[in-house]
């Protein structure tokens, strides 16, 4: 039998060995393959998600395209449409102080209040007279006052209202100046409307800026000043049996 030595069967077992691949070098291949096949297809998916981003991007950059457009435009067309009114304002402005001029030159405007004579009694203090014989006859828009002043002064007119047995100050003018004596007008800064029934309040803030006569009006009068949304007790005001008629009142444009 021939003897074969231990070398010999070394060498027989290292070839043996080259010539075999284990099981799981297969399976880690296979394993491989598959996972180069599924990031080839995540690649794929990544690469039509970057093209569909960059699409909406691009819709994006239009639409704020478009915006900033809009944007423009419509701040063009404010800017015009407030010149415009702006100007109509100023137009019809314009027209309405042409208006009152000449009817105010005209003699044309509505007086409400007591005759501008020269009157025998004047006050020793300053008082508010609530005119209550000449309520407004109508609705409409005063503009301003007219009396027969004894010396110049500065005052005040308030419109109330009745509400029961009491007056409510729902206007109040800035405060007025009388400079010289006679019968002067005096206008508001600013019209006022006013409701059939409304009451015309005078303060005035020197002594003997106006003169009465007594047993031929309702003027009543108080000490104390009111403020714009006080209320007025008519009970409270002096002056009923007085009957005072001052000369003062307002002028504007009534129903």
């Not at 180069?36 to 990544?46: P, R, S, V």
């Not at 981003?53 to 809009?70: C, F, P, S």
């Not at 314009?94 to 409400?112: A, G, H, N, P, T």
Request: proline share 3%; net charge negative; charged share 25%.
């Amino acid at each position: 039998m021939k003897q074969y030595s231990i070398a010999s069967y070394l060498l027989l077992a290292l070839t043996l060995s080259a010539c075999q691949t284990p099981p799981d070098v297969k399976q880690v291949e296979a394993q491989n393959l598959q996972l180069q096949t599924e990031l080839a297809q995540a690649q794929n998916k990544i690469d039509a998600l970057a093209s569909e981003q960059a699409r909406l991007q691009r819709e994006i950059d239009e639409l704020n395209r478009v915006k900033t457009v809009l944007d423009t435009e419509k701040t063009v067309r404010v800017q015009e449409s407030s010149e415009l009114r702006g100007q109509v304002r100023r137009f019809v402005q314009r027209q309405i102080d042409m208006l009152k001029e000449f009817m105010v030159q005209s003699d044309l405007l509505d007086y409400v209040g007591g005759e501008l004579v020269q009157r025998s009694n004047v006050d020793t203090k300053p008082l508010l007279l609530v005119d209550m014989a000449n309520p407004m006859p109508g609705s409409g828009t005063i503009t301003g006052v007219s009396a027969h002043f004894v010396k110049p002064g500065t005052f005040n007119v308030q419109v109330m209202r009745p509400v029961d047995e009491q007056l409510v100050v729902i206007w109040q003018s800035a405060r007025l100046k009388a400079v010289n004596s006679g019968v002067q007008r005096v206008n508001f800064p600013v019209s006022v409307g006013v409701e059939r029934g409304d009451v015309i309040a005078y303060q005035f803030n020197e002594a003997g800026v106006v003169s009465f006569d007594t047993g031929t009006g309702d003027t009543r009068y108080s000490d104390d000043s009111v403020a714009l949304g006080e209320l007025v007790n008519t009970r409270s005001l002096r002056g009923e049996q007085d009957k005072r008629a001052y000369s003062v009142g307002v002028y504007g444009l009534l129903n």
